[in-house]
């Protein structure tokens, strides 16, 4: 199975510097935004995990652009299971408002080593192997502790140990964390793939993410933080998907309606 | 740093459990998107959800057994039978479906035999595939990686557990609170962690599809085991570490 792209580096769009910073600086700013303001402003940290959604699933998209061999998928699962190592480290360390920076950079190292091995020892053989897996692992670290945030309202390790990991919201993360920074390429490839279109989709996809893991976030912080939180995530997706619609409409060479199944007496 | 030197034995066993994983992956037969059509030997999904299944039935299997026991070779045996069950079930029902839905013979188009039956190969496959269903060969390479896979994401799970009981954590037991048990489930995520990491890790070296051991891409596991014994080490350090400031909380 060669699912992915055409063998070739990925055209167009902002450059990868640009949407690094969104993704970095917009991740943690959310992140730090969603653990100092009261519980009601949890949603910030959902705002975080878009932005790192969009950076993970720009490099994503950037990296699957040379064909991984197997499916977009794979790379997905691996960032979240980078993230989810390094973004516990992090926090556990207990150095208190350094962890997420800390968690970054242990994401980024894994993901260098992990990167490395695949393009010297496995011999892929993909130019921006290395950089691409450092970037998606601190994209998945990023995202795991955004919705961390939502879901707990703090990125205290105790906090997020009890309210998102013991109870089991840490596999709901880890699904839809994954899905928003793998779906996007995944729906996308093909020779007519361009990087708005890809990272609307990403967006789309991350609040979502927000959308659910504020559901989640009842539980511990009550109804009206997570409303709000819900309520956010609302209007991210509907702008979002409105304007994603808008993309396919501009990319496709026709948009028709094909109706309603004929019924059986139609077909007679 | 923080007793990683107590711990030594556990992040061993956690590395031991990694290189299993990677190793395991090279046997189960990966067929991949093309298998979905019945157009390639082997299952019809991606390398990462068939390893990742396995070793997630595993992982529950071992920590049944673990309510009960404590005895090591009871609770890796159990995670491997839980994910040998698991891959045996989705091969036999996958073969029901080639064979009765699709109507194709399963067979290989990587070797001219089956080595296990002895039954001609090469006159089944139909034009323009490389084979279609899972012949005899790659049900058994398929258990055999099951077992493997259990047995390291077991072994993963069960030393992450000990970390955090030497760490003054309680490692089973259940409790009616929504809370739940947090070293389980900081034990649970960071093996589910560490197995799509070396899961992942050899589907890049297989490019995607297997047949079984017969395949000749088999030959290439070292490179994912080594590949994957350096990265597990890394996330080795970083779980024990995490798991045992869980005690501090």
């Known amino acids: 199975m060669s699912a992915g792209g055409a063998g070739g580096g990925a055209k167009g769009g902002y450059p990868p510097q640009t949407i690094m910073a969104i993704g970095l600086i917009g991740g943690l700013l959310g992140v730090y935004l969603g653990h100092f303001m009261p519980p009601a402003y949890s ?73 490395a091995l695949s393009n010297k020892v496995i011999g892929m053989g993909i130019p921006i192997m290395e950089q691409a897996m450092i970037e998606i692992s601190c994209a998945g670290t990023l995202v795991i502790l955004g919705l961390s945030v939502v879901i707990a309202g703090s990125f205290d390790y105790a906090a997020v140990v009890q309210n998102v990991v013991a109870n089991g919201y840490i596999a709901l993360i880890f699904i839809i964390g994954g899905m928003g920074i793998l779906h996007p390429f995944n729906a996308s490839l093909g020779p007519d793939e361009s990087q708005d279109r890809t990272l609307t989709l990403a967006v789309e996809k991350g609040a979502i993410a927000l959308i659910i893991t504020g559901f989640a976030s009842s539980l511990h912080e009550g109804l009206m933080a997570a409303s709000l939180n819900m309520f956010v995530g609302f209007v991210i997706w509907y702008i979002a998907f409105s304007k994603y619609y808008a993309f396919i409409k501009r990319d496709a060479y026709q948009v028709v309606g094909t109706g309603l199944l004929p019924s059986a007496e139609e077909l007679q | 740093m923080i007793d990683l030197m107590a ?27 093309p298998a979905a ?10 390398t990462v959800q068939l ?4 070793g ?12 009960v026991t ?33 109507g194709c013979v399963p067979s290989s188009a990587k070797v001219k035999v089956d ?68 070293l389980v489930a900081v034990a649970a995520i960071f093996a589910i962690g560490i197995f799509f990491v070396n899961s992942v890790i050899p589907s890049y070296n297989i490019g995607g599809t297997i047949e079984g051991f017969h395949d000749p891409k088999f030959k290439k596991w070292p490179k994912a085991v080594i590949s994957s014994f350096v990265a597990t080490i890394l996330c080795a350090i970083v779980a024990v570490i995490a798991i045992a400031q869980l005690g501090g909380i």
Not at chain 1, 76 to 84: D, P, S, V, Y
Not at chain 2, 125 to 142: A, D, K, Y
């Open chain 1, 43 to 115: 949603f910030f940290g959902g705002i975080g995990a878009i932005c790192a959604t969009v950076w993970g699933a720009d490099a994503v998209r950037r990296v699957a652009s040379y064909g991984l061999g197997t499916g977009v998928p794979s790379i997905g699962m691996l960032a979240l299971g980078m993230g989810i190592i390094a973004a516990l480290f992090g926090l556990s360390l207990g150095v208190g408002l350094l962890g997420p920076i800390i968690a970054v950079v242990v994401a980024a190292i894994i993901g260098g080593v992990i990167g």
């Open chain 2, 7 to 33: 711990n030594i034995i556990w992040m061993l066993y956690i590395v031991i459990g990694g290189v299993l994983i990677s190793w395991s992956v090279h046997f189960v037969p990966v067929g991949g998107a």
């Open chain 2, 37 to 46: 059509m019945a157009q390639a030997t082997g299952i019809g999904t991606g």
């Open chain 2, 51 to 54: 390893a990742a299944g396995a």
């Open chain 2, 56 to 67: 997630l039935t595993g992982l529950v299997s071992a920590g049944f057994m673990m309510n």
């Open chain 2, 70 to 102: 404590d005895n090591i070779l009871l609770i890796i045996a159990s995670g491997a039978v839980g994910a040998m069950i698991m891959i045996a079930v989705t091969m036999i029902v996958g073969t029901w479906v080639y064979v009765y839905g699709v």
């Open chain 2, 115 to 182: 080595p296990i039956t002895k039954y001609r190969q090469d006159i089944y496959v139909s034009q323009g595939t490389e084979g279609h269903g899972l012949p005899t060969v790659s049900f058994v390479s398929g258990v055999i990686g099951a077992a493997l896979g259990g047995l390291g994401g077991s072994l993963v799970y069960y030393s992450l557990i000990e970390v955090g009981v030497n760490a003054g954590l309680k490692g089973s037991g259940v409790t009616n609170s929504v809370v739940g048990n947090e």
